[in-house]
């Protein structure tokens, strides 16, 4: 069975600082770990993937994240944000087959 | 028309009433999926096909019904909703089922229902 908790349903930052969005996971298997980002009134994209390659996976718009098997974790972050960041994250965990397990999300607010 | 796309956007619905989504993507997948998502609850996946057959059925109330005519085009019947019903409904592409998430799934907008 797999599952995903994103440690925050919304966080706040300024304009400028960094960003951390919090994501921790439980599989039986090696998994697959994504996030994606929903801006208001659009479908998800996929901002990264992490497929068993590099730990350290380095996505769209900036952000990367670091599997950390040790900890079951997956963190999103990026070194400053930006106005155009703020949406919602979501981690997504999938084992062995095309069915992937979303978190409740979290959303983010840039503060001007 | 580019990636995947959604129509109606906005849909109000009582709950007697018989309606249809449909989805339509432009990248040449061989798999669509439907999914609901409900405030404060995670993605939920409806259904799924992979060449027009239906390979996946999550314990879905028959007043939903899909319907996949070919690999681009993806329906999602409704009828005797429910207001708990209501929720945003999104449909997604992959180039094919994989595994492990081996193929990126693709969004469309997604159709924001209210059931009254």
């Known amino acids: 069975a797999q599952s995903v908790t994103q440690l925050d349903s919304h966080v706040s930052v300024s304009e400028g600082t960094p960003v951390l969005l919090r994501c921790n996971y439980s599989?039986?298997?090696?998994?697959?770990l994504f996030w994606y980002v929903q801006h208001p009134n659009k479908g998800l994209q996929l901002l990264l993937k992490?497929?068993?390659?590099?730990?350290l996976v380095k996505g769209i718009n900036g952000f990367e994240a670091e599997f950390k098997k040790s900890e079951t974790s997956f963190h999103l972050t990026k070194p400053s944000a930006h106005m155009s960041d703020a949406a919602e994250y979501f981690c997504?965990?999938?084992?062995?087959?095309?069915?992937?397990?979303f978190g409740k999300g979290t959303k983010l607010s840039v503060i001007p | 028309e580019t990636g995947v796309t959604q129509t109606p956007r906005h849909l109000v619905m009582g709950m007697t009433n018989k309606k249809s989504l449909k989805c339509e993507q432009h990248?040449?997948?061989?798999?669509m999926y439907w999914y609901k998502q409900s405030a404060k609850k995670p993605l939920e996946l409806m259904f799924v096909?992979?060449?027009?057959?239906?390979?996946e059925n999550n314990s879905v109330p028959s007043r939903f019904s899909p319907e996949c005519p070919n690999s681009s085009h993806l329906f999602l019947h409704l009828h005797t909703l429910q207001p708990e019903d209501s929720a945003l409904y999104l449909c997604?592409?992959?180039?094919?089922?994989?595994?492990?998430?081996?193929?990126?799934?693709?969004f469309g907008p997604g159709t924001r229902l209210t059931v009254t």
């Open positions: 997604a592409s992959s180039q094919g089922l994989g595994t492990s998430g081996t193929y990126e799934q693709y």
């Open positions: 599989s039986s298997y090696s998994p697959s």
């Open positions: 992490y497929t068993s390659a590099a730990t």
């Open positions: 997504v965990v999938s084992d062995q087959s095309y069915q992937l397990t």
């Open positions: 990248l040449g997948h061989n798999a």
């Open positions: 096909y992979s060449l027009e057959e239906r390979v």
